[in-house]
């Protein structure tokens, strides 16, 4: 589900590293169907672990889009969104991989060469909400970001945005932007944040 060789950069020990990566090159070649969520998940399997590309079927996370479409119509009542404003919007958790810091600095850059009326709207939770906010004033953006906390029904409000925005260190495959992209919202990100498959020009 996840872009593994990314996610073990975080154990520091190389020997600790070397056995895990073993580890999973026997268990998958002993397996004669992997299921990978995107295409550089499975790339990833093969380049960095050993695994079998035969060995390794590619499905795309499924989501329910006639279900998102009808909870994208529900009310928002704790958030007013301006038919003057152009809303970005980043949902997910506030942490390190999801590098919502990155996002707001490349915001920041963004508003010093635009005239357009843009917001920018984190919604999440997660022990770097503070961090972010405090980054958001430091930038001299907290007038033109808003922290919303984690709704079970995020459609209603992805429903209002001109983009999504995905600032993630690394991904398997965003349930977030299979949703947007079920809603027809325009996405962009860092590229290990959205499978190329996404695209028709790779």
Known sequence: ????????????????????YSMIR?????????VAVSQQVK????????????NIHVVNNYVDRADIKRKSMDAVDNFQFKDDVKY???IGRFSDQKAQWKLLKAF???LKDTKENVCLVLMGN??????LKQLASDLGIADKTAFLPFNPNPYKYMAHAHLLALSSIFEGFPIVLAEASSLRIPFVGTRKAIPEEMFDDK
């Open 108 to 110: 920041s850059l963004y």
């Open 1 to 20: 589900h996840n872009v593994l060789s990314i996610q073990y950069t975080k154990v520091r020990s190389d020997k600790v590293r070397r056995i895990l």
């Open 126 to 131: 997660g022990d770097y909400t503070e961090k």
């Open 26 to 34: 026997w268990m998958y070649n002993r397996c004669p169907n992997v």
């Open 43 to 54: 790339d990833d399997l093969v380049s960095s672990f050993g695994v079998s590309s035969e």
């Open 88 to 90: 970005v919007m980043n």
